[in-house]
């Protein structure tokens, strides 16, 4: 996919070269975005993003060119993580099942969830891939990256039975969403709410109004503020009076145990990846270790960190998990004698335990 997105950049936005066709314009564009991303908002002028930076070319393209394809393979990856949940594969089966599968990708950007979505379908119901017929409903406050998106998602028509993708622009301060749809995705578009109530409204919304006994797949940055702010909307959509049921990444349907005030974790996970997206992506993260950013690490680094939660208001009654087993909410803890300590989350109850054994946060055990 990278290579399709360079050649898009190249024909909607260079068509006749320039200075702003350099790789070198967009990097400290790119460090600006990494570090508003990872809530480094205001530790230095230079790190502000503008307010609908989507809207602005230069932002739009440098987005294009490091953020939206690593932001699909963390879309794939909360799908790797829900697939393992007991009952989730029947799930989407059901749902797989339906004549057309209409899709409301809400804040699309440049259509990354879409792509993360296609990209596990061909690698978790290959043999049904061929047999889709996909209405991808893509809405954006931003006419021209809802121009980028509807592009980008033309190349995988040839892999499905049919692939209609509608641009829609969006305001979400003046408009709720219309429609019914088997998938509604978030991807990395709450983050861009300050209030809760506003967050819990949309999310009510889309589960009373707009989900047709499908799923709601939520993205967002693996960030302390943003993660406690979902952990939070959580367990107040599981207090309303809601056909609600949360698919992943919790084994149960209580508290989230890392909601506790006292604690610094947040619920985050990783999803691995090949590095090979080509030269321009290698020179991305050369330029971003250069500016002393921590996360970015060597070029053998092949994790990404996401936030997620997977939500239905389907019938289907999920499978309880084996009172034995366990998720990983943690990385290691602490080192002792007897191995490497984590914290451990319950279904049902929720509580913490410790572990001696050797594991990494999202494990099933």
Same mark, same amino acid.
């Given at each position: ?30 460090? %600006? ?37 690593? &932001? ?29 599968? +209409?899709?409301?990708? =809400?804040?699309? $950007? ?36 809802? &121009?980028?998106?509807?592009?980008? =998602?033309?190349?995988? $028509? ?8 509608? /641009? ?9 969403? +219309? ?19 506003? %967050? ?33 909307? %959580? ?44 030269? &321009? ?9 250069? %500016?002393?950013?921590?996360?970015? /690490? ?18 289907? &009654? ?12 943690? $990385? ?34």
């Amino acid at each position: 996919m990278n290579g399709v997105i360079e050649e898009h950049v190249r024909q909607t936005y260079f068509p006749k070269g320039g200075k702003f066709a350099r790789l070198e314009h967009y990097l400290p564009i790119i460090y %600006r975005l990494h570090e508003w991303f990872l809530g480094r908002r205001q530790s230095r002028r230079d790190r502000s993003v503008p307010k609908g930076y989507l809207r602005l070319p230069e932002f739009r393209v440098a987005y294009l060119l490091y953020f939206a394809q690593l &932001n699909a393979l963390r879309f794939r990856g909360m799908c790797r993580q829900m697939l393992q949940r007991p009952g989730a594969k029947n799930l989407l089966n059901d749902i797989l099942g339906r004549e057309r599968l +209409r899709i409301l990708d =809400l804040g699309c $950007g440049p259509g990354s969830a879409a792509w993360g979505w296609l990209y596990f379908l061909a690698e978790a119901f290959p043999d049904r891939l061929k047999e889709l017929r996909l209405e991808i409903n893509l809405a954006d406050q931003s006419g021209p990256i809802l &121009n980028d998106a509807h592009t980008l =998602l033309q190349p995988f $028509g040839t892999e499905v039975a049919e692939l209609k993708a509608i /641009r829609r622009r969006f305001d979400f301060a003046r408009e709720q969403p +219309r429609g019914r749809f088997d998938l509604i995705f978030l991807s990395y578009t709450l983050n861009e709410f300050s209030s809760e109530s506003v %967050r819990q409204q949309l999310i009510s919304q889309l589960i009373a109004k707009n989900l047709d006994r499908g799923l709601l797949l939520i993205l967002e940055p693996a960030q302390s503020t943003l993660g406690k702010r979902l952990t939070s909307l %959580r367990d107040r959509l599981l207090e309303d009076d809601l056909p609600l049921k949360v698919v992943s990444p919790c084994l149960h349907q209580g508290g989230c145990p890392l909601s506790s005030g006292r604690l610094k974790d947040f619920c985050h996970f990783s999803t691995s990846y090949q590095s090979n997206l080509g030269d &321009n992506f290698v020179r991305i993260r050369q330029y971003l270790r250069s %500016r002393e950013a921590a996360e970015i /690490r060597a070029e053998g680094e092949k994790y990404l960190n996401y936030c997620s939660l997977i939500l239905t208001n389907h019938e289907f &009654n999920l499978p309880k998990p084996s009172p034995s087993q366990r998720l990983v909410i943690s $990385g290691p803890l602490s080192q002792t004698k007897e191995g490497t300590q984590h914290r451990l989350c319950y279904p049902g109850e929720g509580r913490f335990i410790v572990s001696k054994e050797e594991l990494k946060r999202g494990d099933l055990v």
